[in-house]
């Protein structure tokens, strides 16, 4: 680049000579060049979210040690002492790739962490790992693959998931979660001496606690939609792992079409499918029965109120020829 200041014969300086062409020219071309730099900074920063305009997001500014430690005392504050231990363990375990205990409920102590802690940067940084870990943990499918026959779970569960099909579904293996500690005995007592020891009485005894009866005819409907246990094979499970009120509508496909009217979606009044709840207090088979009554009930509101027209009702000899 040329000198564009000169000096006179007196040692005095003169105006500086006017830019040439070339340097006019090198000036616009670093401008460009910032300009598509700057362009290009922009294009590979991810899209700011936390604004709710599109802006850029603050540049974050370097915490210093003396303000890092005053956040870390001002969350301890907030999560306890025995929550950050819990915390803090569960960082370290996961980090070093070490397997978690579930019994220590470490997973609870990082919820109770996310909810404890102020609205700043680590709580949202924990709320975000912690979001990001439940939906890794998830499968999702794309939807080209729900088909008809993944559009509905079969009756006895299966289908319900195209990559494995029969998990959960009734009339396969039991699975463990945890090892077999105990080893168990060959003779094993006789369940009728075990309840006439055990559970048997004389007369009623109020519950301690005032909780009424129901809850157990609940509870028994409960067990028997998740455990029947085939007596040909002990490791075997003849009804689905899914809550899904099989009592009332069936196992399988065999045991729903003796319940089933296959008449406007109804089932046979005042009764279930499952046998087992016959031999049990009466207030079991109320329960049931109060399930039968409110399916049929829901069918009719449904039928009735019709929304957006989104039921046809087939015509009749198609609904023969499908049954």
Same mark, same amino acid.
């Given at each position: 680049?040329? #000198?564009?200041?000169?000096?006179?014969?007196?040692?005095?300086?003169?105006?500086?000579?006017?830019?040439?062409?070339? &340097?006019?020219?090198?000036?616009?071309? %670093?401008?460009?060049?910032?300009?598509?730099?700057? *362009?290009?900074?922009?294009?590979?920063? /991810?899209?700011?979210?936390?604004?709710?305009?599109?802006?850029?997001?603050?540049?974050?500014?370097?915490?210093?040690?003396?303000?890092?430690?005053?956040?870390?005392?001002?969350?301890?504050?907030?999560?306890? =002492?025995?929550?950050?231990?819990?915390?803090?363990? @569960?960082?370290?375990?996961?980090?070093?790739?070490? &397997?978690?205990?579930?019994?220590?409920?470490?997973?609870?102590?990082?919820?109770?962490?996310?909810?404890?802690?102020?609205?700043?940067?680590?709580?949202?940084? *924990?709320?975000?790992?912690?979001?990001?870990?439940?939906?890794?943990?998830?499968?999702? /499918?794309?939807?080209?693959? @729900?088909?008809?026959?993944? !559009?509905? $779970?079969?009756?006895?569960?299966?289908?319900?998931?195209?990559?494995?099909?029969?998990?959960?579904?009734?009339?396969?293996?039991?699975? %463990?979660?945890?090892?077999?500690?105990?080893? !168990?005995?060959?003779?094993?007592?006789?369940?009728?001496?075990?309840?006439?020891? *055990? @559970?048997?009485?004389?007369?009623?005894?109020?519950?301690?606690?005032?909780?009424?009866?129901?809850?157990?005819?609940?509870?028994?409907?409960?067990?028997?939609?998740? =455990?029947?246990?085939?007596?040909?094979?002990?490791?075997?499970?003849?009804?689905?792992?899914?809550? &899904?009120?099989?009592?009332?509508?069936?196992?399988?496909?065999?045991?729903?079409?003796?319940?089933?009217?296959?008449?406007?979606?109804?089932?046979? /009044?005042?009764?279930?499918?499952?046998? $087992? *709840?016959?031999?049990?207090?009466?207030?079991?088979?109320?329960?049931?029965?109060?399930?039968?009554?409110?399916?049929?009930?829901?069918?009719?509101?449904?039928?009735?109120?019709?929304? #957006?027209? %989104?039921?046809?009702? /087939?015509?009749? &000899?198609?609904?023969?020829?499908?049954?």
């Amino acid at each position: 680049m040329v #000198n564009q200041v000169e000096m006179n014969h007196f040692g005095e300086t003169s105006d500086p000579l006017p830019p040439s062409a070339l &340097d006019g020219m090198a000036d616009k071309i %670093r401008e460009s060049l910032g300009s598509m730099g700057t *362009l290009l900074s922009a294009m590979r920063a /991810p899209l700011p979210t936390g604004t709710g305009d599109g802006s850029a997001l603050p540049v974050e500014k370097n915490e210093t040690i003396a303000s890092t430690l005053k956040s870390i005392v001002k969350d301890v504050s907030h999560l306890g =002492f025995n929550t950050a231990e819990k915390v803090v363990e @569960m960082s370290i375990k996961t980090k070093n790739g070490e &397997d978690l205990d579930d019994k220590k409920y470490l997973m609870e102590y990082l919820i109770k962490a996310a909810q404890q802690l102020p609205n700043d940067v680590v709580g949202q940084k *924990l709320t975000n790992s912690f979001v990001t870990a439940l939906w890794n943990d998830l499968e999702h /499918p794309p939807k080209v693959f @729900m088909s008809d026959r993944y !559009q509905y $779970r079969s009756a006895d569960g299966s289908d319900n998931s195209y990559l494995h099909p029969r998990l959960g579904a009734a009339h396969e293996s039991y699975a %463990r979660t945890v090892k077999p500690a105990t080893t !168990q005995p060959g003779n094993l007592p006789d369940p009728a001496v075990l309840f006439d020891v *055990l @559970m048997a009485r004389k007369e009623a005894t109020e519950h301690p606690n005032k909780i009424s009866s129901m809850l157990f005819y609940l509870a028994s409907i409960i067990i028997h939609d998740l =455990f029947k246990t085939n007596h040909k094979d002990f490791r075997i499970s003849d009804t689905s792992s899914y809550l &899904d009120l099989s009592p009332l509508y069936g196992s399988d496909q065999s045991e729903q079409d003796t319940i089933r009217t296959f008449k406007d979606g109804k089932i046979k /009044p005042d009764s279930f499918a499952e046998t $087992r *709840l016959l031999s049990f207090p009466p207030g079991v088979g109320v329960i049931m029965i109060m399930f039968n009554r409110f399916h049929n009930y829901i069918v009719e509101q449904l039928a009735l109120i019709n929304e #957006n027209s %989104r039921f046809t009702r /087939p015509a009749e &000899d198609a609904a023969k020829d499908k049954w």
